[in-house]
């Protein structure tokens, strides 16, 4: 991902349950939005409670708005014919904070190392083909520090930026945390750095 890229793609909800069958293994599919790894391991828990007769629980996830982090798992199956064939489709459809979940209920006919990258690549496009996605922007946060004289030129500019006020406190001074697409930062940074009385710092 270009360090330019200043949007990503997630989804809204998770996905409903999907199923492919392959000469008697079955593949159920789930996607999942995750941010982090507990949101993970807490739906993982919960296909394994919910399919507790099935074999194998073979995933793959993305996390982090630049795509930093990934990992994919085989859960028992032959290296890199289960996790990683869910992952190329996690790439293929550009999502991140994502997590993809293949339960296998085995069919009794082995499939193969080829068999078992194509059936999980199915299972995986298939979920994600139903799942509801969307394109985020990548947002930095900055916070904002003036006096009161200040407040209605602080604001014309938030106005005429079109920057999102996060939040304010306006007890002893004023204090403003602001949120603008990464691709507007420097010059949202720079304004509000050049204006007579104001401080402004990155969160």
Known sequence: MENTKDTYYT???ASEQTLHKDRGSKFYGYAFP????????ECIDKLKKQHHTA???CY????????QKYRANDDGEPNNS???????????????NTLVVSVRYFGGTKL???GLIQAYKTSAKLTLEIAAIQEKTINVSFLLLFEYPEMSLVMRNIKDQKVKLINQNLEHNCKLTISVRKKD???VFTLFEDLYKVAIKKL
Request: hydrophobic share 40%; charged share 15%; glycine share 12%.
């Open 11 to 13: 989804l809204t909800t």
């Open 34 to 41: 995750v941010t982090n790894q507990q949101d993970i391991k």
């Open 55 to 57: 074999r194998h629980f």
């Open 60 to 67: 793959a996830w993305q996390l982090g708005e630049m795509y």
């Open 82 to 96: 289960a996790g990683m064939p869910i992952y190329g489709q996690l790439q293929a459809f550009k999502l991140t």
């Open 112 to 114: 193969g190392v080829g």
């Open 185 to 187: 930062a420097d010059k």
